[in-house]
């Protein structure tokens, strides 16, 4: 249902067929935007207007639409995720934006991360580095000790509680002026380096995440920061630090 409040925007969305072919900004005028309405329901509203008209609606990446599984990856006026602090695209609402406004879509961009169409990037080398070692082995002999049994102080567990919320958006990789996946990798090795589960594989995980990181392709962090700035969840430069530590000494027992 249409109100008064409705807005009608001039969008700039990036439009590229695959990795392999140059793209572009494409204008289009959205109508009748409902304020309370979120920034990818604004898209699927583009998209309707789009095929209703027989043209190829904008492909863009989602799933959950409530900042959990990570797969919102677009840069919104020139921020991944927009101009919201501590959120997804998907958790981004019209009303942060004013009738008539001009928006600028595009996405995530990084050599390790090519376009597939459009708004939507392959994300596959950050899924080769959680392969690498974003997990704990597990004693399956039957003689495996209760967790509860292992104290472990608040402190510890509220970092890596923190660390662990990472949701592999990408959008610290985008920021970086380096495409360094630093924060990304030191989230997930810091999940693990602080528990006592995590401590058995420790040395070979940050060991082998660190050497896919740089099979892939990403650039090495200078400790700009961008990263923790745009990081929907607000992981911490802490966890870099730590895992530069834990890679050290890693390699120092070599
Ligand atoms: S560290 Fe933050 S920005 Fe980077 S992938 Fe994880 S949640 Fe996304
Ligand atoms: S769609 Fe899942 S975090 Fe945005």
């Not at 409040?5 to 572009?24: C, F, H, S, V, Y």
């Not at 981004?92 to 595009?106: A, C, N, Q």
Request: proline share 4%; charged share 20%; net charge negative.
């Amino acid at each position: 249902m249409s109100s008064n409040n409705d807005m009608n925007l001039l969008l700039k969305i990036w439009r590229q067929p695959d990795a392999q072919t140059k793209g572009e900004l494409v204008d289009y005028n959205v109508t009748g935007i409902s304020p309370d309405s979120s920034f990818l329901e604004m898209l699927d509203v583009l998209n309707e207007q789009l095929v209703t008209k027989g043209e190829d609606p904008v492909v863009f990446d989602h799933d959950c639409r409530e900042g959990i599984c990570g797969m919102c990856s677009l840069f919104i006026n020139g921020e991944a995720h927009g101009p919201g602090k501590s959120i997804t695209t998907c958790q981004l609402h019209m009303r942060s934006f004013k009738d008539g406004d001009t928006i600028y879509i595009e996405p995530f961009r990084a050599t390790a991360m090519p376009v597939i169409k459009d708004l939507v990037v392959d994300r596959t080398s950050m899924e080769k580095i959680q392969q690498a070692g974003g997990y704990v082995s597990i004693n399956t002999s039957g003689n495996t000790q209760d967790a509860n049994a292992l104290p472990i102080p608040k402190a510890d567990a509220d970092a890596a509680f923190d660390a662990a919320t990472c949701i592999g958006c990408g959008a610290c990789i985008a920021t970086c002026k380096n495409a360094s996946a630093m924060l990304f990798l030191s989230a997930k090795v810091s999940q693990f380096a602080l528990l006592p589960q995590g401590k058995v594989e420790g040395a070979e995980r940050v060991k082998n995440m660190v050497r896919v990181m740089d099979e892939e392709g990403f650039g090495n962090c200078t400790n700009t920061g961008a990263c923790e700035v745009e990081c929907p969840k607000g992981i911490s430069l802490d966890n870099i630090a730590r895992m530069n530590r834990e890679y050290l000494s890693a390699s120092l027992a070599d």
